[in-house]
């Protein structure tokens, strides 16, 4: 897997939003882009949830033992 394959993920969902929301496209066009764009949410949420996942479980206290925080404690 690509170091940055979050980040291409999240550019072609942004490049496709901005396709829909300019109105340009047919029917047929915006439906697949649609689907192309729930895909990529998709991915983009999992790998989201995977790297808070990570850091709650790289928070140490200070003693050094583990710590499970929260993002929002941050």
């Known amino acids: 897997m690509k170091k940055n394959k979050f980040e291409d993920a999240l550019k072609a969902l942004e490049a496709i939003v901005d396709k829909l929301e300019s109105g340009a ?33 790289l928070m140490r206290k200070l003693d050094g033992d583990l710590q499970t925080l929260d993002l929002e404690d941050l």
Not at 30 to 56: P, T
């Open 25 to 57: 496209l047919d029917l047929e066009e915006s439906i697949k882009l649609y689907e192309e764009g729930i895909d990529l949410s998709v991915y983009c949420q999992k790998q989201l949830a995977q790297a808070e996942g990570k850091i709650q479980r």
